[in-house]
C-alpha cells in the first residue's frame, strides 16, 4: 500500500516561520511535522510514499530525499501552484497506482493508528465505498466544515441534531474517487466529499486520541510540548 503526505499548502497562519521554511518541516518535539507522519508509515508497513509540494518545494525535497534514512521510498509531485487538496492528489494519481492508498494533511500532529486505515483501505471498492475518514470531536478553535457518522458507518454532512465532527486530514482513498477531478487545475476536496457523501460512498470512524491542526505558531508550541513527550 502507498500513502501520499500533503505537504503544498503556503501557512499563511504560520508567518513569518513560513517565509523560510515550508509548514511541514516545522518543527515539534525535535522532528520536522512531516517526519512524524514518515516514521508512524514506516513502522505500519506502509514504505512507499509520495509528497506534493509548492512553496519552498525544494526545501522538502533537500530536508527528506528518497526516504531511504527512514526506510522508505519517497516520490514527489511538484506543483508550480498548490493545486488544493483534490487537485493535488488527483495530479499524483500516476504515482498512487490503481490500489487504495492512504492521504496523510502534512500539518496535522495525530496519534492516530495506521494501521486502522491500512485495514479500511482493504474495505474500499470504488463503487460504494470510496473513501474512509477519520473524524475527531470538534476542537476549541475553528476548523472545516462540521461532518457527523451514521450508525451505519457513513459520513454525511451535519445537520440539526446531528453530532458534529471535523475531518482530521486523515483518510484512505480508493483511485476512483478522484475519477472526475482534472489533474493539473486547483481543486479542493470538500465539494468532492459533499457529493459522493450524498451518494452514500463515504466511510468513517472517530478518532478519540489526540490530534492538533498544527495551524498557528501557538499551536504549534502546543505540538511541540506534545510531542516532546513522544519517544518516536
Same mark, same amino acid.
Given at each position: 500500500m502507498k500513502a501520499m503526505i500533503l505537504a503544498a499548502g503556503r501557512g499563511?497562519?504560520?508567518r513569518p516561520l513560513t517565509d523560510? #521554511?515550508?509548514?511541514?518541516l516545522l518543527v515539534a518535539g525535535g522532528k520536522p511535522l512531516i517526519q512524524w507522519h514518515i516514521e508512524r508509515l514506516v513502522r505500519?508497513?506502509? #514504505?512507499? !510514499?509520495?509528497?506534493?509540494?509548492?512553496? +519552498? &518545494?525544494?526545501r522538502i525535497e533537500e530536508a527528506l530525499g528518497d526516504g531511504s534514512r527512514f526506510g522508505a521510498a519517497i516520490a514527489y509531485s511538484p506543483e508550480g501552484q498548490a493545486l488544493e487538496t483534490a487537485g493535488g492528489i488527483a495530479t499524483a494519481l500516476p504515482l498512487l497506482g490503481d490500489a487504495p492508498f492512504l492521504v +496523510?494533511? &502534512?500539518d496535522v500532529l495525530a496519534d492516530?493508528?495506521?494501521?486502522? +486505515?491500512?485495514?479500511?483501505?482493504?474495505? !474500499?471498492?470504488g463503487d460504494?465505498?470510496?473513501a474512509h475518514l477519520a473524524l475527531t470531536p470538534k476542537a476549541g478553535y475553528p476548523t472545516g466544515r462540521d461532518l457527523t457518522l451514521r450508525a451505519d458507518g457513513r459520513v454525511a454532512a451535519c445537520g440539526d441534531g446531528d453530532t458534529p465532527y471535523t475531518f482530521c486530514g486523515l483518510a484512505a482513498y480508493h483511485p476512483a474517487f478522484f475519477r472526475d477531478v482534472k489533474p493539473g487545475a486547483a481543486s479542493p476536496l470538500l465539494p468532492w466529499l459533499l457529493a459522493a457523501m450524498e451518494q452514500g460512498r463515504i466511510r468513517g470512524e472517530v478518532q478519540q486520541g489526540l490530534w492538533l491542526d498544527v495551524g498557528t505558531p501557538e499551536r504549534l508550541a502546543e505540538a511541540d510540548r506534545i510531542a516532546s513527550g513522544w519517544t518516536a
Open positions: 499563511e497562519r504560520m523560510h #521554511t515550508p509548514k511541514p505500519a508497513g506502509v #514504505t512507499e !510514499l509520495v509528497i506534493n509540494h509548492a512553496w +519552498l &518545494g525544494e +496523510l494533511n &502534512g492516530f493508528p495506521v494501521e486502522r +486505515l491500512i485495514e479500511a483501505a482493504g474495505r !474500499l471498492d460504494a465505498a470510496q
